[in-house]
């Protein structure tokens, strides 16, 4: 049951193939595999769009016989539960003669949960369990938050200038970044299942928040509304950032009325604070009121997990510091 010295490189692989899934793989989680014998990759994989096939299926169809024998390298622990729309991963592991599964993080899925790890071991087969968890668990961060959380994950976006602004006094707000910066948003989008704005934003951008990427563009996500009112046709009416139901990812793009009241509902887990070199002085604040009683209460919070510059623009990222 040892881990060896290549199982997080490996797993890393794995990881980073998870990513393709997301935000497609939605309801299921974004998984990567891949197939090892002899030191050479038989087989990748990660989850489809709408959640069929698996990405154990998907590596061990593209590594035919090559994986008996093989070490298999699993973002999440192979599910345990039968479903109608397919057979189960650890019954096709075990049916193709791996010798060893490396899994990242235990499958938080009660049907699962643990299940798979076992009836692994129980066939014979070799576990090695925790390699890079904390990694597997962030590259599916959506689905992982509505599974333990009962909630979606909250991306906020805001593009300011150096002054904190985001938009000139009389609102005008194209725009406050450049180019790379703009085309890393469109980016960030593909990568979300709906992206909110409040209520004024619509009223004086109207956005049509697709993503202008080539070869992207059928990503463009779902578009939500904060408004205590009704959406127009197009937009889907959210009443509060506590309301958003049936998605896993949502990128709030401001402005400032709605990246507040989801900060004070404590419902942001990632920030990006895209940061144009201009100054705008008397222009419209990126928040209001978060609801903090006290400046001691502001620290701790935010950890800051990227940081680079795009074009002109710095872009730093920030996560959320819950407990647990
Ligand atoms: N630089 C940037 O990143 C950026 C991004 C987006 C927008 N902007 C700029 O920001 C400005 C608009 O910002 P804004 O603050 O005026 O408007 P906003 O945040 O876009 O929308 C405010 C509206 O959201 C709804 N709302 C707010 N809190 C709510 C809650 N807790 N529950 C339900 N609904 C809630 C309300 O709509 P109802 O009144 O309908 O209930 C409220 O009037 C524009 O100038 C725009 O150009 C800049």
């Known amino acids: 049951m040892k881990q060896s010295p290549a199982d997080a490189d490996w797993m890393a692989v794995a990881i980073a193939l998870s990513q393709r899934g997301r935000?497609?793989?939605?309801p299921n989680p974004n998984v990567g595999c891949l197939i090892v014998n002899d030191g050479k990759i038989h087989g990748r994989g990660w989850t489809q769009a709408g959640g069929r096939p698996h990405a154990e299926a998907m590596a061990l169809a593209a590594a035919g016989d090559a994986a008996r024998g093989a070490t298999v390298y699993a973002s999440l622990e192979p599910c345990a539960h039968a479903s109608p729309r397919?057979?189960?991963c650890t019954d096709a592991l075990i049916g193709a003669g791996v010798a060893r599964v490396v899994v990242a993080a235990q499958d938080p899925d009660p049907r699962t949960d643990g299940r798979g790890i076992a009836r692994l071991r129980g066939a014979g087969i070799e576990v090695v369990?925790?390699?890079l968890p904390t990694e597997a668990r962030a590259a599916m961060a959506p689905w992982w938050t509505r599974q333990t959380a009962a909630r979606p994950y909250v991306t906020l976006k805001l593009a300011t200038s150096l002054d904190g602004c985001i938009a000139m006094r009389d609102g005008s707000s194209r725009w406050v970044t450049g180019e790379h910066a703009r085309a890393h948003?469109?980016?960030?989008?593909?990568?979300?299942?709906a992206i909110l704005v409040g209520r004024g934003t619509l009223a004086v951008d109207d956005p049509k928040l697709d993503v202008r990427l080539p070869g992207l563009e059928a990503r463009s996500p779902k578009r939500l509304l904060l408004t205590r009112g009704i959406a127009p046709p197009g937009w889907s009416a959210v009443g509060s950032p506590e309301a958003i139901d049936g998605i896993d990812s949502v990128l709030v793009e401001g402005?400032?009325?709605?990246?507040?009241?989801?900060?004070?509902?404590d419902r942001v887990d990632r920030l990006l604070l895209y940061r144009a070199?201009?100054?705008i002085g008397g222009g419209k604040p990126a928040l209001g009121d978060i609801g903090l009683t006290g400046l001691a209460d502001a620290h701790g919070r935010w950890r800051l997990a990227d940081s680079r510059l795009l074009g002109s623009d710095r872009l730093d990222v920030y996560e959320r510091v819950r407990e647990g």
Request: proline letters at 9%; glycine letters at 16%.
């Open 23 to 26: 935000p497609v793989s939605a």
């Open 86 to 88: 397919g057979p189960c």
């Open 129 to 131: 369990t925790g390699v």
């Open 185 to 193: 948003g469109h980016l960030e989008r593909a990568r979300h299942q």
């Open 255 to 265: 402005g400032a009325g709605a990246a507040s009241a989801f900060l004070a509902a």
């Open 277 to 279: 070199p201009i100054l």
